[in-house]
């Protein structure tokens, strides 16, 4: 026995499923306006599940993705409009400027206890919001970038294209989630004095998680910016950062799978709120919080289990 | 004479006005079982903290294997070979029993071609097998230090740290414990130094007896010569008959 844990099959099998019926769906339910819908809620499973990997999977709760979503959009936005290189260099650019954003925020905040982290994190989105309107010289302000170029001009091909990143890097986070990796990372979550007792050097697994975790964020940055074809400073804000953790939350901290569907969930929910308008952000925290209170493991992941277990899978 | 494995000179600690730990030096022998012995507040635990650098001492060295510990990690420390566990006993909340022990050894002093069949062994060597997949929080306290015993013997140290072992047990698990710790000495030659105040089982079980009080080493011995020493008596009932200190 290895005793880390293995993927069941049937999980395997249900994911594999759900991405095929996914990708299908535009072909029976023809239309732009599905494949717009489908498309952002995939972008958001890949901010999603991005976000659990680092957050879920060790208990620091990352307030200020969006930091790492608006560096990926802004990059895919300079290197297309400002610098004229071709779209395609937006996706290696926007992981690695996540990537080195992540170290250098790592660095200091990883090491602060308690609530510190998330602070630190929101409190630094917000300083880039404001960065972008203070030099809108260079960042073109409340406007921000406008005409960057599609990937792929079909909109069908992009959902695509977009759907299969999102089912590998679900496959490769919820691999390294298994692992050797994703069991120190629980570990983390359970007592980091403990783990230092274990020998485990807690701040590099640390940082390297979130370096990781940026550079999925910002690689679903240059994806957004290159599907509405302009950024804006809106993508650093907090409401993008809080959508994301509600939808880990509807979906089940930790589970990698789990926050994919409650990203697919509540994208396609909000679709159905648009008439709300103004109060989504109400609605998500209100529902963020009797989550929380009376779901603390979410819905899907719990959801999924026991059906996997009524039809005689492993618990 | 056998081989000194952790050699402590001059070790000191102060807490703003609190001197914690003055001036301790001490040896200890490959093979050893040693008891740290003292009252609540003696400065038990800033020892252990101080010798695997949880706390950085103020002055003083610890030499283990022959190599000093001075600014090492206390991550690096368990790759040393000193593995520790903790007062309170402190789980991995949210992994099984058996993924607790699997993460003690996950640090890059481990070679094991199959880790989980290890982590199994070290469980049915403390007796949790049963309960390898239970969640560690669901665990009874005495099981909960089995498991923290188990987690630290994974990481293959050469020197075991057992925090008050005996701390919130019932007698049946004290002495369940102790035997386990013996079998462990006995079967691996395991070095093992335990800080303890539950007098009884402490002195049957060590070789040899540290008594710190009020941060300051004040006697050493057998643990026969301990329990008449009249400072150690002093130091934890006042001055009375020796006696009633183990009985």
């Not at chain 1, 759907?163 to 069991?183: M, Q």
């Not at chain 1, 957004?224 to 880990?248: E, G, K, N, R």
Request: glycine share 10%; hydrophobic share 50%; aromatic share 8%.
């Amino acid at each position: 026995m290895s005793g880390f844990k293995q993927l069941d099959k049937l999980s395997g099998a249900a994911g594999a499923t759900a991405l095929l019926l996914l990708a299908a769906a535009p072909l029976v339910f023809p239309g732009t306006y599905l494949i717009g819908v489908l498309t952002v809620a995939a972008i958001y499973g890949i901010w999603a599940v991005s976000w659990d990997f680092m957050s879920g999977l060790t208990g620091r709760e990352n307030f200020g993705h969006s930091l790492f979503i608006g560096v990926g959009a802004y990059a895919a936005g300079f290197l297309n409009v400002q610098m004229e290189l071709g779209p395609w260099w937006s996706l290696p650019v926007s992981m690695l400027l996540a990537m080195g954003f992540a170290v250098l925020l790592g660095f200091p905040t990883l090491r602060l206890k308690g609530p510190y982290f998330a602070l630190a994190m929101l409190s630094a989105a917000v300083i880039m919001q404001r960065l972008m309107l203070i030099f809108w010289e260079h960042t073109g302000g409340e406007e921000g970038i406008q005409d960057i170029a599609p990937l792929i001009r079909n909109h069908l091909h992009y959902y695509w294209f977009v759907l299969a990143l999102l089912g590998v890097i679900t496959f490769l986070l919820g691999w390294l989630a298994r692992s050797r990796w994703g069991l120190i990372l629980r570990a983390i979550r359970g007592d980091e004095a403990t783990c230092l007792a274990a020998g485990i050097p807690i701040t590099t697994y640390k940082i390297v998680s979130l370096v990781i975790s940026a550079a999925f964020a910002g690689l679903g940055g240059a994806l957004y910016a290159h599907y509405q074809l302009q950024v804006s400073p809106q993508l650093f804000a907090v409401v993008t950062s809080v959508t994301i953790i509600t939808m880990v939350y509807v979906g089940g901290m930790g589970t990698i799978f789990g926050p994919v569907g409650g990203a697919l969930l509540l994208t396609l929910l909000t679709e159905g709120l648009r008439n709300v308008g103004e109060w989504r952000l109400m609605v998500y925290s209100v529902l963020l919080i009797l989550i929380i209170f009376f779901l603390p493991d979410g819905v899907i992941a719990p959801l999924w289990r026991r059906l996997r277990v009524a039809v005689g899978g492993k618990p | 004479m056998s081989e000194i494995l952790l050699e402590v000179e001059g070790l000191d600690k102060r807490f703003g006005g609190l001197h914690a730990v003055k001036n301790v030096n001490m040896t200890i022998a490959r093979g050893e079982i040693v008891g740290i012995l003292g009252p609540n507040g003696a400065g038990k635990t800033t020892m252990f903290n101080l010798l695997t650098n949880f706390i950085a001492p103020d002055a003083g060295k610890v030499v283990f294997n022959g190599q000093s510990l001075r600014g090492v990690k206390p991550h690096k420390i368990v790759t040393l070979g000193v593995a520790r566990t903790f007062q309170l006993c402190r789980p991995f909340v949210g992994l099984s029993v058996l993924e607790n022990v699997l993460v003690g050894s996950l640090g890059p002093r481990v070679h094991h071609p199959d880790l989980g069949e290890r982590a199994m062994q070290l469980l049915s060597q403390v007796g949790l097998a049963a309960k390898a997949d239970t969640p560690a929080e669901l665990l009874s306290y005495g099981d909960l230090r089995r498991l923290e015993i188990a987690r630290a013997l994974a990481a293959e140290p050469e020197l075991l740290m057992l925090d008050e072992p005996f701390a919130g047990l019932g007698s049946s698990e004290i002495e369940a414990i102790s035997a386990l710790i013996r079998q462990l000495h006995a079967e691996k030659n395991l070095t093992i130094l335990l800080i303890e105040h539950k007098l009884r089982e402490f002195m049957q079980l060590v070789s040899r007896v540290i008594a710190l009080d009020f941060g300051e080493v004040i006697a050493e011995g057998l643990p026969a010569e301990i329990v008449s020493n009249p400072r150690v008596i002093e130091a934890y009932i006042g001055k009375q008959d020796p006696v009633a200190v183990v009985s």
